[in-house]
């Protein structure tokens, strides 16, 4: 038999054989989800234990909004000259809203082994038979479904209160420069999530002094200009800095999808960079500490 016949005749069983390999692949993508999923489920699921503190979280929160937003309101009351309170209630709610979104997040993706210790599970989970990656692909889908809600609920409250006027606002842009942010804190808070993992004593309080060090520094309220010289240079390494401008020329000036990539190339280099490397670091942390039994210290 001919070589080209040979070909012919084994051509059947190639083919055979590369679908095994592709349904293959998608039998380990379909356990992969499952398992990613069985963590936005779990978590949840704590929110719904733990029902209570949520509605007091979102009290405060939208409390917390009102207030910011009242004080582009009532600016022209306090300085007693004639501003744009439209303009600068705008200016407050994108920092409020923007900063509420990518803030959860990173509280979501930075604490999940502090929630971990408190309910008793951490062993169960670091121990399970899947990858850090999958737990990870969980946990950041949890937390930006989560922040998404959360922030939706406060905005859809603010505009009860507030004659809004969007109708020369790229929304489109500004949805866009949003996901790129939270693609950039996706990446810092695994690289955060490291802390509580090494340090269970103090773990979670020095997350919070990093998100807070990020609400200084990245313009939140304010233009970072107003800043002191030697803190400026810092906001432009915060994500946080290039959203929240990002969103205010989309929202407030209009400006176009694509002029707005000097805003979005930051946000995804930090995310490009930054997920990889909490990966890594926590991979290596996450040895450290079954090692040294820092998994069994509550803290």
């Not at 029902?51 to 939208?62: C, F, K, P």
């Not at 950039?184 to 002094?209: C, D, H, K, Y």
Request: proline share 4%.
């Amino acid at each position: 038999m001919s070589k080209k016949q040979n070909a012919v005749y084994d051509n059947p069983y190639r083919i055979q054989r590369k679908r095994s390999a592709i349904g293959d692949m998608q039998h380990a993508l379909i356990r992969t989800w499952r398992a990613s999923y069985a963590f936005v489920e779990r978590n949840f699921n704590l929110v719904r234990r733990y029902w209570g503190w949520e509605v007091v979280w979102l009290a405060y929160s939208i409390a917390n909004t009102l207030s910011i937003t009242y004080i582009g309101a009532g600016m022209e009351a306090i300085s007693g000259v004639q501003v744009d309170t439209h303009y600068l209630i705008l200016y407050l709610l994108i920092g409020t809203m923007v900063w509420r979104f990518l803030a959860i997040i990173f509280d979501n993706i930075s604490e999940m082994i502090a929630w971990e210790r408190w309910e008793g599970t951490i062993e169960y989970t670091l121990m399970a038979p899947i990858t850090r990656l999958t737990h990870m692909m969980g946990q950041t889908t949890f937390a930006v479904a989560y922040s998404l809600l959360f922030t939706l609920v406060i905005l859809g409250v603010v505009v009860l209160f507030f004659q809004l006027d969007l109708s020369g606002a790229n929304l489109w842009g500004a949805t866009v420069v949003l996901l790129s942010g939270s693609f950039s804190f996706i990446g810092l808070g695994i690289v955060a999530s490291v802390l509580p993992l090494l340090f269970p004593e103090r773990g979670a309080q020095m997350t919070n002094v990093l998100q807070a060090v990020f609400l200084l520094i990245s313009g939140v309220y304010y233009p970072v200009e107003v800043l002191p010289a030697w803190i400026q240079p810092l906001a432009r390494v915060s994500p946080a800095t290039f959203v929240l401008e990002g969103m205010r020329a989309a929202i407030l000036r209009g400006v176009s999808t694509a002029s707005l990539w000097p805003y979005l190339w930051p946000a995804l280099l930090a995310g490009v960079v930054s997920i990889p490397l909490g990966l890594t670091v926590f991979h290596q942390a996450e040895k450290y500490a079954k090692r040294t039994g820092k998994l069994k210290r509550d803290g």
